[in-house]
């Protein structure tokens, strides 16, 4: 599989959270459109399909990521 490189990746989630915020107040359909494109290229980019899995895979092939897996803490 093709990895994207971090910087596209990081520009991808910038967008993306830039986009979300605004279409909560704005809700156009350019915006609905550009926020449909961006999930899509965002899971395209990390090899899944969903936006919340895409995010958390793109923001772990940044750098700095954790490398440690953190996703069950112990009680």
Same mark, same amino acid.
Not at 5 to 31: C, F, K, M, W
Not at 56 to 70: F, I, K, Q, S, Y
């Given at each position: 599989?093709? !990895? @994207?490189?971090? +910087? +596209?990746?990081?520009?991808?989630? /910038? #967008?993306?959270?830039?986009?979300? +915020?605004? *279409? &909560? /107040?704005?809700?156009?359909? #350019? %915006?609905?459109?550009? !926020?449909?494109?961006?999930?899509? =290229?965002?899971?395209?980019?990390?090899? =899944?399909?969903?936006? $919340? =899995? &895409?995010? +958390? &895979? @793109?923001?772990?092939?940044?750098?700095? %990521?954790?490398? /440690?897996? $953190? *996703?069950?803490?112990? @009680?």
């Amino acid at each position: 599989m093709l !990895m @994207a490189h971090p +910087v +596209v990746l990081r520009n991808l989630i /910038e #967008q993306y959270d830039a986009l979300r +915020v605004l *279409s &909560a /107040e704005d809700g156009s359909p #350019q %915006a609905r459109r550009r !926020m449909d494109d961006l999930v899509y =290229t965002l899971c395209v980019s990390t090899g =899944t399909g969903d936006i $919340d =899995t &895409a995010l +958390v &895979a @793109a923001r772990n092939r940044l750098p700095g %990521a954790r490398t /440690e897996d $953190d *996703s069950v803490l112990s @009680a």
